[in-house]
């Protein structure tokens, strides 16, 4: 909403007031079907089209006249395609109102879909087919085709969407194909189809000739052995089980499925077991059966014993020793360090060895080369603490701005580790300053810091310590600079005429900052209403120049006599402001014939008003000029009459308030 215009004439007391504005709301938004256009609130009425509207999609502009609102939907010729779009309005009021906004907008999603099949699970049966569609849009027809091996099934489903998805089935169809469903708009050929596929395993039978070889237990501590069993006639694309049993019992874990396309799989069968039965089965239907018997295995080596070598600073690793004893002479052993083979040996006596780890947990196993895991020891788990690294800071000040203002710091700590603590301490003159110590994790991405509302021109030392070795420390050490000065503000009045009532008015200004516009202003009343009598702009170009550097003076001419004013200086950005109250007096008047009796005339009346921009006001000038007389002595005489009168109704002004 607009706000009020107060605008001040110098010297004369008149103020300007403009009108709130009517509201103008505009609405432009594009979907991928269509333009909407909603302008409300404009100037005009039903009858009056004195407000102008260039709709332009894809190139081809449509103009409308329309009074204080427009409602209309452009739908796109395609929806599959991108249209490009501009809405223009000129008003018939204020051009401030005007619009012009254009876009893209994007084509519609083409419809997806996904196709699933039952499975069928005996001789002779079929697979119903289900197809599921998103990404439709309600209330717009579809068409939907199945295909079977690339050629259309039946007739085409044409449905209408009651939402964004849906599904359709076709029952009972031939197992052993391949299905495809397409589906487009039914209404809108340009939009792309889309299709989907799914394969539908045959039924099973004619499974035949099942048989089994199994590699009988030759290390030591092997719990299993592999049987491998092979049938002929699998059905391509079922999945097909193997499951050892014994006494119509199944043998935990000793379970595999065969992978696609092959006729065998291995399944892990128990050592020292005899009777074992494997049943082939698909779709819980049994295909083939085998019987064989395992022998038992030798030991298996002890566990290893581990140990850790103590953390040293900055280290790149850390040192795992393994240890091994009762291990088979001859035997070619691997060292399996968290699932990797880390060494490979011949046995002869005891094993020791030391590795190089990074921090974490760590597991060891000795495993029977031959044997592979089934003749493995036991795992053994031990943890590598995260030693300590020195850590590194960069930060980067943040200067003050402006008078009275504040630095900050910020930037990064790098180099920590990760799962180590770290204490951050920023510290001025020895000692910590306020919320500055903070417990902070190790982090690969580094750490950020940041401190705000510091004392500009303080030297400031950010420390860095891990919190279990002081050794591991880093630290720096910034200055912030000075904040920059205020504009210094004084006044005083000159040339004072007696004819005109009025006097000059001399505005010093110092400290001020460069490359700055500035805006002198002054204004008289008091600090519930200020009337701006005058205003003038200055600029700084810069300190080389002297214009930021020296001061500068400001006159204003004309001024009213017998009256309080005050001088207030501001910069544009707001960064700077301050200000200064004088009284101008009238000609020939000093401070003892302004100076109600009692009051003490050396000190005169300074008024009570808080100083602009948080500035320091000025005591107030008297300004005493007497004009001396080269003319009559009638001329004389009136003059001092004049000022007599003058002076004895300030002092009833003065008693009265």
């Known amino acids: 909403m607009a706000g009020l215009v107060v605008v001040g004439l110098a010297a004369s007391g008149i103020a300007l007031v403009g009108a709130s504005a009517e509201a103008h709301t505009p609405n432009v938004s594009a979907s991928c079907s269509a333009l909407t256009v909603d302008l ?8 009056n089209d004195n407000n102008k509207l260039v709709v332009t999609i894809d190139g081809v502009a449509q103009n409308t006249a329309f009074g204080n609102s427009f409602y209309k939907v452009y739908s796109f010729a395609s929806n599959s395609k991108a249209h490009t779009w501009r809405v223009q309005v000129t008003v018939s009021d204020d051009q401030k109102w005007n619009l012009d906004k254009s876009g893209t907008a994007q084509p519609c999603a083409t419809p997806t879909v996904k196709v699933s099949a039952t499975e069928c699970t005996v001789t002779g049966g079929s697979s119903d087919l289900t197809a599921s569609f998103a990404g439709l849009t309600s209330g717009r027809s579809y068409t939907a085709q199945l295909q079977k091996n690339g050629d259309a099934s039946g007739a085409p489903q044409v449905f209408t969407a009651g939402a964004t998805t849906a599904t359709l089935t076709w029952a009972k169809q031939a197992a052993g194909a391949t299905y495809n469903v397409l589906v487009y708009e039914t209404d809108n050929n340009d939009v792309q189809a889309t299709s989907a596929d799914v394969t539908v395993i045959g039924c099973p039978g004619g499974e035949s000739d099942a048989r089994v070889s199994v590699e009988q237990c030759v290390a030591p501590g092997q ?32 379970v595999a499925t065969f992978p696609a396309g092959s006729s065998s799989v291995t ?15 698909t779709g ?59 060494d490979t040996f011949t046995a002869s006596g005891d094993y020791s060895t030391t590795f190089p780890v990074a921090a974490g947990t760590h597991t060891v196993k000795i495993v029977d080369q031959v044997a592979g895991d089934a003749a493995s020891s036991p795992q053994v788990s031990i943890d590598q603490p995260v030693c300590a690294v020195t850590p590194k800071i960069a930060v980067t000040p943040t200067e003050c701005v402006a008078p009275d203002g504040q630095g900050s710091l910020g930037g990064t700590i790098t180099g920590t580790a990760v799962g180590r603590s770290y204490t951050v301490t920023l510290s001025s003159n020895g000692k910590p300053v306020t919320n500055g110590t903070s417990t902070v994790q190790g982090s690969v991405a580094g750490i950020p810091v940041g401190y705000d509302d510091l004392k500009a021109g303080e030297t400031y030392t950010l420390t860095v310590v891990d919190s279990d070795d002081s050794d591991a420390t880093a630290t720096t050490e910034v200055t912030l600079a000075d904040c920059p000065k205020n504009v210094d503000v004084s006044a005083i009045a000159a040339g004072c005429s007696a004819t005109d009532k009025t ?28 009337t701006v009598v005058a205003e003038k702009q200055i600029s700084t170009v810069g300190a080389g120049d002297g214009s930021g550097s020296e001061p500068q003076v400001v006159t204003f001419d004309g001024v009213k006599n017998d009256a309080d004013y005050r001088v207030i200086v501001k910069d544009a950005d707001g960064v700077f402001e301050n200000s200064a109250d004088v009284t101008v007096k009238d000609c020939g008047v000093s401070d003892e014939e302004t100076t109600p009796p009692g009051d003490n005339p050396s000190t005169p009346p300074t008024p009570t008003r808080p100083q602009a921009g948080g500035g320091t006001g000025l005591a107030a000038t008297g300004v005493d000029v007497l004009v001396p007389g080269l003319a009559a002595l009638l001329v004389l005489q009136l003059g001092i009459a004049l000022l007599a009168v003058g002076a004895i109704r300030r002092r009833k002004a003065r008693q009265q308030g």
Do not use: F
């Open 40 to 47: 409300k609130s404009y100037a005009g009425s039903k009858t």
């Open 223 to 254: 719990g299993t052995v592999p049987a491998t069993v092979t049938i002929d006639g699998l059905v391509p694309g079922r999945t097909y089980i193997a499951q050892a049993s014994v006494n119509g019992q199944n043998i935990a874990g000793a």
């Open 267 to 281: 399944v892990p069968v128990p050592v020292d077991t005899k009777d074992i039965t494997i049943t082939v089965s």
């Open 284 to 342: 819980g239907v049994s295909v083939g059966t085998v019987k064989l018997d395992t022998e038992s295995c030798p030991i298996i080596p002890a566990a290893p014993v581990v140990s850790i070598a103590p953390c040293t600073l900055d280290a790149p690793s850390g040192k795992l020793t393994v240890q091994s004893t009762g291990l088979v002479d001859g035997r070619v052993y691997e060292v399996r360090l968290d699932g990797g083979v880390a």
């Open 503 to 530: 006097s000059d008015l001399e505005v010093t200004l110092s400290d001020l900052a460069p490359e700055k516009e500035w805006t002198v202003t002054v204004a008289t009343g008091s600090d519930d209403a200020w």
